[in-house]
């Protein structure tokens, strides 16, 4: 089956450590995406990335970082920074920018205590 | 800036009617529009897009109509099934840049 993957659906870490987030594509799509989803809001996107090792920060990347070192794979760092970490976060891939369906994984809910 | 809005947080509808999510958008120069449905505690999923050259699309049981005169979009579900319980949200693109999101409505379907 094709899709993307995320992982793990829960998380829970301590103010002040950094965590990542797993994102994995086999639909071969070009760009992907990473949100911030808070309860009863929309989404927010924080990075996204057109191509393999390039990514741009979208309306909220302050304390967060990503890397595209493969095409099927996104992850993103939640760092220390991030003064309000806890949210569920979705990625996303299309097969290319802009006016294409996003395809949505099924998110990860991190809670930083 | 520009943005996409809803008309409605909430939509309560009866069982077996049809319902009508509403989305306006500032853009005029948008030639792109998506609608997704959200579950509780998953992610979105698509439902169907429309691109400006067109006044309207059709899938099934749902309907979108875009009116670009008044920049206006909808999303018509035909018979409502308990099933269609959700957060609706739109999204817009132009010039290729990223989709731009709506705050979303909940569906709230009544038995």
């Known amino acids: 089956d094709g899709g993307i993957t995320q992982s793990p659906k829960y998380l829970f870490r301590k103010e002040g450590q950094n965590v990542t987030l797993s994102c994995e594509q086999n639909?071969?799509?070009?760009?992907m995406y990473w949100y911030r989803q808070d309860p009863g809001q929309g989404l927010r996107l924080i990075y996204y990335?057109?191509?393999?090792?390039?990514?741009q920060k979208g309306d909220i990347a302050e304390g967060y970082s990503v890397s595209r070192e493969k095409k099927e794979s996104f992850p993103l760092t939640v760092t220390s920074a991030q003064k309000n970490p806890t949210a569920f976060y979705l990625c996303?891939?299309?097969?290319?920018?802009?006016?294409?369906?996003?395809?949505f994984g099924p998110g990860t809910r991190l809670t930083v205590t | 800036g520009e943005s996409v809005g809803l008309h409605l947080p909430t939509l309560s509808v009866q069982e077996g009617d049809n319902s009508i999510i509403n989305c306006a958008y500032s853009?005029?120069?948008?030639?792109?529009f998506i609608w997704y449905k959200q579950e509780s505690g998953k992610g979105p999923q698509f439902i169907i897009d429309?691109?400006?050259n067109m006044d309207k699309r059709q899938g099934q049981r749902v309907t979108v109509l875009l009116n670009k005169t008044v920049k206006h979009l909808s999303l018509q579900i035909a018979a409502t099934q308990p099933g269609d319980s959700a957060v609706y949200f739109c999204?817009?693109?132009?010039?290729?840049?990223?989709?731009?999101w709506g705050a979303g409505t909940k569906l709230i379907i009544k038995p």
């Open positions: 996303a891939s299309s097969e290319g920018q802009g006016a294409y369906e996003q395809y």
């Open positions: 639909l071969n799509h070009d760009a």
């Open positions: 990335s057109q191509i393999v090792n390039d990514f």
């Open positions: 853009n005029s120069a948008s030639d792109y």
């Open positions: 429309i691109r400006s």
């Open positions: 999204a817009e693109n132009w010039d290729n840049y990223q989709l731009i």
